[in-house]
């Protein structure tokens, strides 16, 4: 693990795209600020794992079926292929 050091106003980079603002300091709470493309999710991590956990339940949820959502997936890029 990276550990650094930043004081309010201050910020971090991750890759070209990605940063992070130190925006406040109160007691032993530090309010973050994150600018990052609108493709990149950003989530606290509690609740990452939630929406984790939840996925793994639904993909394992009675008649779940991968071939299906395979063929859902390889329908979207022939509709998305035509529209060129």
Known sequence: MLVLARRLNESIMIGEDIEVVI???????????????RKVTVHRKEIFEDIREQNIAASQSVGFDPNKLRDLSDHFKKDKDKGK
């Open 23 to 37: 925006i406040d300091i109160k007691g032993d709470q530090v309010k973050l600020g994150i600018k990052a493309p």
